[in-house]
């Protein structure tokens, strides 16, 4: 493993959440829904109670120091509860997707070496648990499936609370982090207390973050960016965290929390634009902006329907997002920003602050990062959260980095004169066509993602005339297509809309015709990741023994049969 990074002990997170809790200790920290409109605080006070209670009970079951103790849930209270238990207790973290399937949770809790299991909120937890090993011991979290084992209440209630202010060398390994993964098994990622803490802070100092922000969970905790910033940092600064229930509820409990800070992922902020398109359509909207008593007015109700109306910070990250999308929010009155990072680094390489950020680039450095562009064109970085290296794969970990120690991303990129880094897509997704040009496909896909009519694409044609891109509709035109005359106007619409993709990019990089899919691309079925970016492999392998007859139909718009 490579060395943890330089840190001052009472900066690490468990020593600056015990200083959180002599602050804010009454203070509100989590609101969870319970089901039925009901709702449970937890004060800071209460979560370091429990924390200590449960971390007590994992220390009596005689697990051996540093240990890996497993989590699977949605999220909810109790996971970030869990974590600083486990810390406590001397063991480290490991959380797996509440979407993945058996054999996935079975190779990820051996490779883990997982001690136990806490099992909470889960949609699908009877395809899951046959990947589960039945020496496993288990923990329930309130809201968890039934299972017959030990209930966090009944622990929590009999347990006495540990001694003291447990505390953890910057150097001791806290999570590993299991990658989402496009392509390929999923690899641990090992990451620091000190790593962790240095990220804590250097969001909370880029933003001025405050005590009286307010944020609403509802991205996979299991992944970096939202325990980053919605597991780590609210143990330095005191914000009040909000959980969302479910998609059904989902408006609902951003109303509830009314979010100074909002995290989300482009899929997403193209799906809220699509609903605010579908009570107002596009052009009308754009007519009202236009007139200077009205503008003020839409803007605010606009933001107001969505529950966003109290954002400070609204930012996107995981995948590329449109620059028109981000400059449609900006006119809307909503600051979004966006950011830049991956597992490896635990997401702290690049961000957008109001007053250095551009529609198309990630931003810039944080200012305790380094980033060069390689002769290659590929991103590398410098993190003091660049991980320690991945769980039980010295090779993988080695090469990873360069031979100075730089992060290798995998990723594409230009630093412009502004130092702002744009994105211009994957080192191995280029693929090269008959004649000879190799294709960037992100750059291509991000401007079709911007068209109202879809949701989703994936530009493909190795070793092909020209590419081509398969895209999955928007939602709300589902239910619409065995209308007469529907499927020949979204015909028409996205002949068009190969038009205006080939006036924006060059020749070779033209797209030939675009295929509507027949079935939805979803996590379950291993289209997508868990944080909703495509997996290129997966829908190249399901396409490819079509390509040929697409191709030699000649057509500009193709409906899968």
Known sequence: ???????????????????????????????????????????????????????????????????????????????????????????????????????????????????????????????????????????????????????WNDIIGKTDPIDGPPTRPGSDLAIIVYTSGSTGRPKGVCHSFAGLSLAAHGLHEALNLRPDDRALSYLPLAHVMERWAYGCVPLVVGFHLFFAESLDTFVNDLQRARPTLFISVPRLWLKFQLGVFKKMPKKKLETFLKIPILRGVVKKKILGNLGLDQVRFAASGSAPVPAELIQWYRDLGLQLLEGYGMSENMSYSHISTPNRAKAGYVGHTYDDVECRISEEGEIQVKSPANMMGYFKAPELTEAAFTDDGWLKTGDRGEVGADGLLKITGRVKELFKTAKGKYVAPAPIENILNNDGNIELSCVAGSGQVKPHAVVQLAEDLLPTLDQPGVKDKLTRELEALIGTVNSQVEVFEQIGFIVVAKDRWTIEAGFLTPTMKIRRPKLEDTYRPQEDGWYEQGKKVIWES
């Not at 509860?81 to 001397?90: D, R, S, V």
């Not at 949770?105 to 046959?130: C, N, R």
């Open 1 to 151: 493993m490579r060395p943890a990074p330089q840190i001052a002990d009472d900066k690490l997170l468990l020593q600056q959440f015990y200083k959180t809790v002599e602050r804010r200790g009454a203070a509100p920290y989590m609101t969870q829904p319970m089901g039925g409109g009901r709702i449970e605080e937890f004060s800071y006070a209460r979560a370091l109670d429990e924390a200590r209670r449960m971390a007590a009970h994992l220390q009596s079951l005689g697990y051996p120091p540093g240990s890996q103790i497993a989590m699977i849930s949605k999220n909810c209270a109790w996971f970030l509860i869990t974590e600083l238990a486990i810390w406590m207790a001397g063991y480290t973290s490991v959380a797996l997707y509440p979407t993945l399937n058996a054999e996935t949770v079975q190779y990820i809790l051996e490779h883990s070496e997982a001690k136990l299991l806490f099992v909470g909120k889960l949609d699908t937890w009877a395809e899951m648990k046959p990947g589960v090993p039945d020496d496993l011991p288990l923990i329930r979290f309130p809201l968890s499936p039934d299972e017959d084992c030990p209930k």
